[in-house]
């Protein structure tokens, strides 16, 4: 297959770059706004020999994708914010398991059902604190499709990597908009496969024994080697146990695998900010206004700049800190009440010059809106 150019939603662009990465299973309940990447998946996954099955709700969904992972599958799910919230308890397994799967969120207002067909960023905390306990998870997003395509080639990627599952959070502008897609050449983009395991059959195989690098190969359920899964603490047998040298081990590795590669999986771009007096920090849709509001105070003579953040957990702290150094004023974009805003105000020596920028009425944030609070900042002396 060659490079190929479309026309297509983001959920659209979301199952053609699974399908690029090797997703083999889909499991899914259908949900506005992400109801097009499980119709797509169901008629896009079975022409390339993979398995399409609509569960009967999302906490199925997400179990299946667990299952189906552990026998070698590379795998799927999508929903929105109420489903999300129900397969909080299988994300957490996957975590304890380290199980690789990808959980696309297009997110919708909430909470409840909220606004079914209305965009938010509200759903950024519920991906990082969803699960009960120490944890930590990757998040990735994107304000385009041809982003869309390659932040869903890198979930599955560091998915395989790390063995941890990864989410997805898009949100309803860039799930239903339309534009171009550049769909690339295979081996373009680099694709990273299941790591097997070395271990031949009736050989001892440790299923959570880490190699010097800390991955941990894998064998496939069902196939040479017996060994325990569980969401208990677990030995390197997976066996549950309670002893504290054992759990206070695991933990930390279940959190320094992600913590301690933060710039390996840190995605973001920036735009104008070798000289920004001001500078924009946003992501998925919102950061479209940003950019419209950036480019155009820059045509003005407005010294403007954008970091455009498409990993949101592990947040880039050392990263923000020093793209917002030389900056008079930080203005974050987003469609909640300040979710990212907090990790930013952390981040930067002075969190007093970060103001907020947002909109949570279920109506996508415009140039005007972030303009008015430039102009707010603007009359205050700056």
């Not at 109801?35 to 008629?43: S, Y």
């Not at 969904?61 to 070698?72: E, F, K, Q, R, Y």
């Not at 409840?112 to 960023?121: D, F, H, K, Y």
Request: hydrophobic share 40%; aromatic share 8%.
């Amino acid at each position: 297959m060659k490079q190929s150019v479309q026309f297509l939603q983001g959920n659209e662009a979301c199952v053609e770059a699974a399908l690029y990465s090797g997703v083999e299973f889909f499991a899914g309940y259908p949900i506005t706004p992400s109801t097009e990447i499980a119709e797509t998946m169901a008629l896009r996954l079975p022409q390339q020999g993979g398995k399409f099955i609509q569960m009967e709700d999302e906490i199925a969904s997400i179990c299946a994708i667990i299952g189906a992972s552990l026998t070698g599958r590379k795998v799927m799910t999508a929903t929105s914010g109420p489903g999300f919230s129900l397969m909080q308890e299988g994300l957490g397994y996957a975590i304890m398991a380290e199980i690789p799967c990808v959980i696309v969120n297009v997110q919708r207002g909430g909470p409840s059902t909220g606004l079914p067909t209305g965009p938010s960023q509200g759903d950024v905390y519920q991906a990082r604190w969803g699960v009960h306990g120490d944890h930590e998870i990757i998040a990735l997003t994107a304000s385009n499709h041809q982003d869309v395509f390659a932040v869903t080639v890198d979930a599955f990627n560091m998915a395989e990597t790390y063995r941890t599952p990864v989410v997805l959070l898009f949100d309803e502008v860039i799930g239903h908009m339309r534009e171009k897609l550049v769909i690339p050449e295979p081996g373009e983009i680099p694709v990273v496969d299941r790591l097997h395991t070395s271990v031949k059959a009736g050989v001892d195989y440790h299923p959570y024994l880490p190699r010097e690098d800390g991955r941990l190969p894998m064998s496939d359920f069902g196939g040479e080697h017996r060994y325990n899964v569980t969401g208990l603490f677990h030995d390197m047998w997976g066996f549950p146990s309670d002893n504290p040298g054992v759990v206070h081990g695991l933990l930390h590795h279940l959190v320094d695998k992600i913590r301690n590669n933060v710039e390996a999986i840190t995605r973001y771009k920036e735009f104008y900010m070798e000289d920004a007096r001001t500078v924009l920090v946003s992501y998925g849709c919102s950061a479209r206004s940003a950019l419209h509001v950036v480019e155009n105070g820059r045509g003005r003579g407005v010294r403007l700049g954008l970091l455009e953040l498409q990993s949101l957990w592990p947040f880039p702290y050392d990263l923000v800190e020093e793209k917002c150094s030389n900056a008079q004023h930080v203005v974050v974009v987003e469609m909640n009440m300040g979710q990212i805003l907090r990790s930013v105000k952390r981040a930067v020596h002075d969190p007093d010059r970060v103001v907020l920028a947002n909109r949570i009425d279920g109506q996508f944030i415009t140039p005007t809106d972030i303009k008015n609070i430039l102009h707010l900042i603007q009359g205050r002396g700056v």
